[in-house]
């Protein structure tokens, strides 16, 4: 998909890596617990700020996980709303950057530098805890810390990957995606769930280019807890344990694709491997997956995806074929045939497989189509088989 952060200059890299390096608290300040702050302003920067929620039962006698948030639009506090109960129920400081937005990343690079020295001064903070989050351009941000610093325990992405959105093997944290039905970032997630081998999760909801409900968001810290236990960063809470795999295997049971079921039972089983016995779930998922409609159920989705990202780059092509005389014409025709046909799809009445890819490919195609394109045909296209009112 398209990149919304710029690559990031080395020495802007350095010094926010150096500054997330040796965290040692001085002390809490005198803020309120149990409330969102909206403005907290950074004692070495005063230009910097953060929205901040300290859990109700916060003291400097134990240290406390830390997720920083970043939002493509500087909102910091609805970063902070959005894991408030979460954080509340297990312990989380978090901390929205009112500054970063998209646009140039060393804006970004100085947010989360000041954040950092800001709240490993004011706060007790435990660094073997600490997480990044944002959203769309803001999920760019988080990735690009994280990636350049071996200390960052997990990323929890929603509506976009990485600053260059190219899908990577492994990385070296824990990776939560989230993406919408109708996100026009859904195949870029999709990518990155696919090609990931270390620890990662990926929850779809229904819905667009957002921020993931509540219980998805909940969901990602307490995914994020499983992974703590399992890499030793927190001490294993078999209670806890239980309870999530009991959440699991509830949701497994209300699974009404068979397809679907085998994708979470996979997922239970690299979740709670060597937390508790997973071998019945790896045996189910094991059996499902050979049976001759699922492994087609399975077949059918990757090439879907596969055709979405074909049907993308294919039109992106296409856009480049404006800028030249002597293809433009035929480029042109060729994409008010394919804007024609998925508007088509787009406005059915009833909701589908087909209905959502076809949201998803027009929305991707407008957003930042007049930086790909100036021909103003073309432009005008986009207006006439836009989703307003869809």
């Given at each position: 998909?398209?990149?919304?952060?710029?690559?990031?200059?080395?020495?802007?890299?350095?010094?926010?890596?150096?500054?997330?390096?040796?965290?040692?608290?001085?002390?809490?300040?005198?803020?309120?617990?149990?409330?969102?702050?909206?403005?907290?302003?950074?004692?070495?920067?005063?230009?910097?700020?953060?929205?901040?929620?300290?859990?109700?039962?916060?003291?400097?006698?134990?240290?406390?996980?830390?997720?920083?948030?970043?939002?493509?639009?500087?909102?910091?506090?609805?970063?902070?709303?959005?894991?408030?109960?979460?954080?509340?129920?297990?312990?989380?400081?978090?901390?929205?950057?009112?500054?970063?937005?998209?646009?140039?990343?060393?804006?970004?690079?100085?947010?989360?530098?000041?954040?950092?020295?800001?709240?490993?001064?004011?706060?007790?903070?435990?660094?073997?805890?600490?997480?990044?989050?944002?959203?769309?351009?803001?999920?760019?941000?988080?990735?690009?810390?994280?990636?350049?610093?071996?200390?960052?325990?997990?990323?929890?992405?929603?509506?976009?990957?990485?600053?260059?959105?190219?899908?990577?093997?492994?990385?070296?944290?824990?990776?939560?995606?989230?993406?919408?039905?109708?996100?026009?970032n859904y195949i870029e997630m999709r990518?990155?769930?696919?090609?990931?081998?270390?620890?990662?999760?990926?929850?779809?909801?229904?819905?667009?280019?957002?921020?993931?409900?509540?219980?998805?968001?909940?969901?990602?810290?307490?995914?994020?807890?499983?992974?703590?236990?399992?890499?030793?960063?927190?001490?294993?809470?078999?209670?806890?344990?239980?309870?999530?795999?009991?959440?699991?295997?509830?949701?497994?049971?209300?699974?009404?694709?068979?397809?679907?079921?085998?994708?979470?039972?996979?997922?239970?089983?690299?979740?709670?491997?060597?937390?508790?016995?997973?071998?019945p779930e790896a045996k189910r998922a094991?059996?499902?997956?050979?049976?001759?409609?699922?492994?087609?159920?399975?077949?059918?989705?990757?090439?879907?995806?596969?055709?979405?990202?074909?049907?993308?780059?294919?039109?992106?092509?296409?856009?480049?074929?404006?800028?030249?005389?002597?293809?433009?014409?035929?480029?042109?025709?060729?994409?008010?045939?394919?804007?024609?046909?998925?508007?088509?799809?787009?406005?059915?009445?009833?909701?589908?497989?087909?209905?959502?890819?076809?949201?998803?490919?027009?929305?991707?195609?407008?957003?930042?189509?007049?930086?790909?394109?100036?021909?103003?045909?073309?432009?005008k296209l986009l207006e006439q088989y836009?989703?307003?009112?869809?």
């Amino acid at each position: 998909m398209i990149p919304i952060v710029s690559r990031a200059p080395r020495i802007l890299v350095v010094a926010v890596l150096l500054a997330l390096c040796g965290a040692s608290a001085e002390g809490a300040q005198d803020l309120a617990r149990g409330i969102i702050i909206d403005d907290v302003k950074c004692a070495a920067d005063r230009g910097e700020s953060y929205a901040l929620y300290l859990p109700s039962t916060y003291s400097i006698d134990r240290k406390w996980n830390l997720l920083i948030a970043f939002h493509p639009g500087a909102r910091g506090r609805l970063m902070v709303e959005k894991y408030q109960a979460a954080a509340e129920q297990y312990g989380y400081i978090v901390a929205g950057s009112n500054t970063s937005r998209n646009g140039p990343w060393s804006v970004s690079a100085a947010a989360a530098q000041a954040m950092w020295g800001d709240l490993r001064q004011r706060f007790s903070i435990d660094a073997q805890r600490i997480y990044m989050t944002g959203l769309s351009g803001g999920a760019r941000v988080a990735m690009q810390v994280a990636l350049g610093n071996n200390n960052i325990a997990g990323v929890i992405a929603s509506s976009a990957g990485y600053p260059d959105s190219q899908p990577r093997a492994t990385v070296p944290f824990a990776v939560f995606g989230t993406t919408g039905t109708e996100d026009f970032n859904y195949i870029e997630m999709r990518q990155l769930d696919r090609k990931l081998t270390s620890p990662h999760y990926l929850s779809v909801f229904n819905g667009g280019h957002t921020l993931p409900p509540h219980a998805v968001a909940l969901e990602a810290i307490e995914w994020m807890e499983l992974q703590a236990m399992t890499s030793g960063r927190r001490t294993r809470d078999d209670a806890l344990v239980d309870r999530l795999l009991e959440k699991r295997r509830q949701l497994i049971a209300a699974s009404t694709s068979a397809g679907d079921t085998v994708h979470l039972l996979e997922a239970l089983v690299s979740d709670f491997n060597g937390l508790r016995d997973v071998s019945p779930e790896a045996k189910r998922a094991k059996d499902l997956s050979k049976q001759p409609d699922v492994k087609k159920a399975l077949a059918r989705e990757r090439v879907a995806d596969d055709t979405e990202a074909r049907m993308l780059g294919d039109i992106f092509d296409l856009e480049a074929g404006l800028a030249d005389e002597n293809r433009h014409g035929a480029s042109l025709i060729a994409l008010r045939e394919r804007l024609s046909k998925l508007a088509q799809k787009a406005g059915a009445n009833d909701d589908s497989p087909e209905r959502s890819q076809a949201r998803r490919v027009l929305r991707a195609i407008t957003v930042g189509a007049a930086g790909r394109a100036a021909d103003r045909e073309y432009l005008k296209l986009l207006e006439q088989y836009g989703l307003r009112g869809r």
